[in-house]
């Protein structure tokens, strides 16, 4: 069991930044070696729409084109913690922000870990 716990969120105007970080808990570090983590986020009425992941050793393997080129994934294994760094925030960037956490079946992830939550609004 693992469990992923969420932090950074807040409230900033269009154009400002934001960094949310992802604490993963409740297993040995080596246990980690094959673990996907990735930020997701759900706007009201929407779908959750994966944005970005990464693997343990810190290879970035996909970011949605929306926030390709303002939002970078990262994550310091020595903490088992993982980052979203938000820049050039829009106001459709509002959102309900989601930490998971998975193993690669073949091409796709197996999302089985969540955190909580962190809600993002951006004002024009």
């Known amino acids: 069991q693992v469990r992923l716990e969420e932090s950074g969120g807040g409230s900033v105007q269009a154009g400002g930044s934001l960094r949310l970080s992802c604490q993963a808990s409740?297993?040995?570090?080596?246990?980690?070696?094959?673990?996907?983590m990735g930020w997701f986020r759900q706007s009201s009425g929407k779908e959750r729409v994966l944005l970005a992941d990464?693997?343990?050793?810190?290879?970035?393997?996909y970011y949605e084109d929306s926030v390709k080129d303002r939002f970078t994934i990262f994550r310091y294994k020595a903490n088992n913690t993982m980052f979203l760094q938000m820049n050039n925030l829009f106001p459709e960037d509002t959102a309900v922000y989601f930490c998971g956490g998975g193993s690669r079946s073949g091409s796709a992830v197996n999302w089985r870990d969540w955190g909580q939550g962190t809600q993002v609004t951006v004002s024009s």
């Open positions: 409740g297993r040995s570090l080596r246990a980690f070696n094959y673990y996907i």
């Open positions: 990464i693997d343990w050793a810190g290879n970035v393997q």
